[in-house]
C-alpha cells in the first residue's frame, strides 16, 4: 500500500525552472508533482498554434526532467482525459490522490491564482502559495516602494532597484555616470537598411515537439497561426543557447536599433528570449549577468547593454508589481471610451495598409512581433481607431508566443491603449504615419502616403491621429507631457478638420467584426 501522500507539488505551464521554489524540499517518497495539459488554457482566449504548442512541449520536456530526476509526475495529457479547465481537473486529482497539502509557486496569471484557491476551498486541502524567487522584486517589496506614490513611473523604479541590486553601478552612482543612455539609442536604420544580418539560432523540434505540433493541428484546427516555422527554445539548455546566440550576435547593436523595423526582417537584432523568460525557462539574473560580462569584456558598449538590461531588470519587474497591484481591476479599464470591434483583418493581416500587413503577417506565421511592431503599428492603429481596450488585450494574449498575461495585459491596456488613464504610461502613444515612415521601410510599398490626412493617397494612421488628438482635445489639451501634441492640432483650420473628421468616420465605419 502507498503512503499517505503529503504534498502535491503545482507546475503550472509558465513555472517550468528546474530551481521553482515550489519544488523546494520535495521527497519523492511523499510527494509528487502535478502539471495538467487543459482545453482551456488555449481558448479562452483564440489561442495562436504556435503559443499552444510552445507551453505544451516546454511542459512536456520539463515533465521528462523531473521523472529523470526520480521526481514522480501526476502529468494529465491533452487528449488524455475529459477536463476543460485547470480547476476541474486539479480538483479530480486532489480527491482521488488525498494530499494533505498544495504547493505552488506564485501563479502568473490572477485567474489562475483564484482557480487554485477555489479548489483548495472546494476540497479542504490547504493551498500553500510560495514567493517566485525568479523575479528580482517581489511583489512585497514593489507595494512597499510604491505605497504612497502619485504616481509610478519606470525611471523611478528603474533606479530604485539598480541601486538596491547593484546592476550597473559604480557605488552609489550610475555606471558610466548616466542612469539610460535613450540619446545614444532607437536609430532607425536609413535608407541603406539593417545590410545583413545573423540568422537568430534557432531551435529544430524534437521527435516530443514534433508530435506536440501534430497534436495542436488535430486539437486546435481552426485556431490562427502556422506551425511551419515553429523553432523556439522549449529546454533551459536551448534557452542558454539562445541567450548566448544574442549576446554574441545582436547585443552590440541592440539598443542602436531597438525600435527600428525592416520588411522581411522579424529578428533584427532583438534577443528572442522573451517566451523563454515568461516561461521560466531561464531566469532574469542569468540573462543580465551575461549581458554584463559582454560590457566588462568590451564585446557591447554600454548603451546596448544598458538599454537591454532597462527592458529586463526594469520594466518587466515593474509591469509585473503593476499588475498585481491592480488586478482584477485592470481587466475592465477603458479610460478613454474605446468601443469599436478589433478589425478582421487583426486575425488574417488581409489589409492594404503595407505595415499592418507586414506586422500582422510575421505576427500570424511566426507568434512573433518585436516591441514597436506591437506598440507602434498594431497597438497604435487600434488606438486610433478606437478599438474596445478588451479586445484588443484579447488579440495580444491569443497571438504572441511570449504572451503571459501579467507582462502582457499592463503592456496593453496600459502602455498600448492607455485604457487605465494612466497607471503605467504617463500619456497616450499616439503619433502619425510619419513615425512608422521613419523607424521603417514599411511605407515604401504602401499606397498610401503618410504626409496627407485627407484624400484618396491618406494615411489612415495620419487620419486617424488627429482626429484622435481632436476627439480627445479636452482630456489632454493641458497634459504636461502631451500638450505639445494637442498644441499642434490648432495649426488645423476647420474646414481641414471637418474633411479629417468625415475621413476618419468612414475608416471606423468600414472596419469589420472579426472571429473573436
Known amino acids: 500500500m502507498s503512503p499517505p501522500l503529503r504534498h502535491l507539488v503545482l507546475a503550472l505551464g509558465d513555472q517550468l525552472d528546474p530551481d521553482n521554489v515550489a519544488l523546494g524540499g520535495i521527497d519523492p517518497r511523499q510527494d509528487r508533482v502535478w502539471m495538467a495539459e487543459v482545453r482551456e488554457e488555449a481558448t479562452h ?6 503559443r499552444i504548442a510552445l507551453f505544451l512541449a516546454a511542459m512536456r520536456h520539463f515533465r521528462d526532467h523531473l521523472r529523470a530526476q526520480g521526481i514522480p509526475v501526476e502529468y494529465r495529457q491533452l487528449g488524455t482525459h475529459p477536463h476543460e479547465s485547470l480547476a476541474t481537473a486539479l480538483a479530480a486529482d486532489v480527491r482521488r490522490l488525498a494530499p494533505a497539502r498544495l504547493v505552488v509557486a506564485e501563479p502568473g496569471d490572477w485567474r489562475v491564482r483564484e482557480a487554485l484557491g477555489a479548489v483548495s476551498r472546494e476540497t479542504g486541502v490547504p493551498l500553500e502559495v510560495r514567493q517566485d524567487a525568479h523575479f528580482l522584486c517581489p511583489t512585497a517589496d514593489f507595494n512597499a516602494w510604491s505605497a504612497g506614490r502619485r504616481s509610478i513611473r519606470l525611471e523611478h523604479f528603474y533606479r530604485w532597484l539598480r541601486a538596491r541590486t547593484g546592476i550597473l553601478m559604480d ?5 558610466g555616470g548616466r542612469w539610460n543612455f535613450d540619446a545614444d539609442n532607437r536609430a532607425a536604420f536609413g ?13 529544430a523540434p524534437d521527435a516530443l515537439t514534433r508530435a506536440v505540433l501534430a497534436e495542436v493541428e488535430v486539437h486546435y ?24 546566440d544574442f549576446i ?13 523595423m525592416w520588411a522581411g526582417e522579424p529578428w533584427l537584432y532583438h534577443s528572442r528570449l522573451s517566451a523563454a523568460l515568461n516561461l521560466k525557462l531561464i531566469s532574469p539574473r542569468q540573462v543580465i549577468e551575461a549581458s554584463l560580462s559582454a560590457l566588462d569584456d568590451g564585446h557591447a558598449p554600454l548603451a546596448a547593454v544598458e538599454g537591454f538590461v532597462r527592458q529586463i531588470l526594469g520594466w518587466r519587474e515593474l509591469v509585473r508589481g503593476l499588475y498585481w497591484r491592480h488586478m482584477p481591476g485592470w481587466l475592465a479599464q477603458n479610460a478613454l471610451d474605446a468601443d469599436r470591434a478589433l478589425p478582421d483583418f487583426y486575425w488574417t493581416g488581409e489589409t492594404d495598409l503595407a505595415c499592418l500587413r507586414e506586422a500582422i503577417g510575421q505576427t500570424l506565421a511566426l507568434g512573433y512581433a518585436h516591441h514597436i511592431q506591437r506598440l507602434m503599428v498594431t497597438g497604435l492603429y487600434a488606438l486610433l481607431l ?3 481596450p478588451q479586445a484588443v488585450h484579447a488579440w495580444y494574449l491569443a497571438v504572441y508566443v511570449d504572451a503571459v498575461e501579467w507582462a502582457e495585459l499592463p503592456n496593453t491596456l496600459g502602455m498600448s491603449q492607455y485604457a487605465d488613464g494612466g497607471w503605467l504610461a504617463s500619456k497616450p502613444y499616439v503619433a502619425s504615419g510619419r513615425y512608422i515612415q521613419r523607424m521603417s521601410d514599411y511605407c515604401k510599398g504602401c499606397r498610401y502616403d503618410p504626409a496627407h490626412a485627407v484624400g484618396e493617397r491618406a494615411c489612415p494612421f495620419t487620419t ?29 483650420d476647420d474646414a481641414t478638420l471637418m474633411r479629417i473628421r468625415a475621413q476618419a468616420a468612414g475608416l471606423r465605419d468600414a472596419v469589420g467584426e472579426g472571429p473573436r
Not at 557605488?171 to 555606471?175: E, H, K, L, S, V
Open 191 to 203: 535608407r541603406a537598411g539593417p545590410g545583413l544580418l545573423p540568422a537568430p539560432r534557432g531551435f
Open 386 to 388: 478606437g478599438v474596445r
Open 45 to 50: 482566449v483564440w489561442s495562436h498554434k504556435a
Open 221 to 244: 484546427p481552426d485556431h490562427p497561426g502556422s506551425l511551419a516555422r515553429f523553432d523556439w527554445p522549449v529546454t533551459p539548455a536551448d534557452a542558454k543557447q539562445a541567450l548566448a
Open 171 to 175: 557605488g552609489d552612482a550610475p555606471r
Open 248 to 260: 554574441a550576435h545582436r547585443l552590440p547593436q541592440f539598443g542602436r536599433y531597438q525600435d527600428a
Open 464 to 492: 486617424l491621429y488627429w482626429d484622435f488628438l481632436d476627439r480627445h482635445r479636452d482630456r489632454f489639451a493641458e497634459h504636461p507631457r502631451a500638450g505639445l501634441q494637442w498644441r499642434n492640432l490648432a495649426r488645423l
